[in-house]
């Protein structure tokens, strides 16, 4: 898999994250609206099983850095 799609997977995730907190956040609670989620759900069903431990990983490190 190329590493661009996994670069730009992260940071469509992140950017996805941080809107999210953004806008839906309310005095330290979750956000109840979670974008981010269809941005790796959509990139898991374009590649084969043996490549989603990486995006999965991205992703997971991308919404660490939306949180703060």
């Not at 996805?16 to 269809?38: D, K, P, Q």
Request: charged fraction near 5%; proline fraction near 3%; hydrophobic fraction near 65%.
């Amino acid at each position: 898999m190329p590493w661009t799609r996994v670069a730009a997977t992260g940071l469509a995730y992140l950017i996805a994250s941080a809107t999210a907190m953004a806008l839906t956040r309310f005095e330290g609670g979750a956000a109840f609206l979670w974008v981010a989620n269809a941005v790796l759900l959509a990139s898991l069903m374009t590649v084969p099983c043996r490549h989603w431990s990486v995006l999965v990983a991205v992703c997971w490190l991308a919404g660490a850095a939306a949180a703060g």
